[in-house]
Nanobody, 117 residues
Framework: VQLVESGGGLVQPGGSLRLSCACSGFTFSRYYMSWYRQAPGKERELVALIRGDGVHTNYADSVKGRFTISRDNAKNTVYLQMNSLKPEDTAVYYC???????????WGKGTLVTVSS
């Protein structure tokens, strides 16, 4: 199983980034996919989640209206479009795959997003 995030980097406040998470080794379309982030000195928090069919999504209040999660089941990839970025969005962003009872979770290694002027 592999989840590989990409697309992080340094961006100015108000800018945009698109994160990608390429997945392999499991049946991607059957898994909920989510993006988490962890800022220095803080706990990891859920940013956005998308169901396997791509219909249902959910967002943290802090990113609603600015971030959009999407997925391409043909490419086994989940995306996070981040607009109107703020310094407080600075964090390592991780993608996670979840499915089953009991739940099985797979994590990527993360990509760093820094929002600074």
């Amino acid at each position: 199983v592999q989840l590989v995030e990409s697309g992080g980097g340094l961006v100015q406040p108000g800018g945009s980034l698109r994160l990608s998470c390429a997945c392999s080794g499991f049946t991607f379309s059957r898994y909920y996919m989510s993006w988490y982030r962890q800022a220095p000195g803080k706990e990891r928090e859920l940013v956005a989640l998308i169901r396997g069919d791509g219909v249902h999504t959910n967002y943290a209040d802090s990113v609603k209206g600015r971030f959009t999660i999407s997925r391409d089941n043909a490419k086994n990839t989940v995306y996070l479009q981040m607009n109107s970025l703020k310094p407080e969005d600075t964090a390592v962003y991780y993608c996670k795959a979840s499915a089953g009872v009991p739940v099985i979770n797979y994590w990527g290694k993360g990509t760093l997003v820094t929002v600074s002027s």
